[in-house]
């Protein structure tokens, strides 16, 4: 995946405009882009939970 690269740059905190900007470069991806960018980010987070502790819970087993 490319990934395009925007830097902003603030001289002090403007909550207002970096959600502008992270909207922005939002907008300027393309579906697909966004779709993997969201796989990516799933994985990492599923990582670092296995890596906490936190794993998927047991399941419980119906019986016939």
Known sequence: MKK???ILAL???????????ELEYLRSLTV????????EKSKEMLKQMVE????KPFEIVKRP
């Open 4 to 6: 395009k690269q925007s």
């Open 11 to 21: 001289t002090e905190h403007d909550e207002s405009k970096e959600l502008e900007f």
């Open 32 to 39: 697909e882009e966004r779709l993997e960018m969201m796989i």
């Open 52 to 55: 906490l502790g936190y794993r």
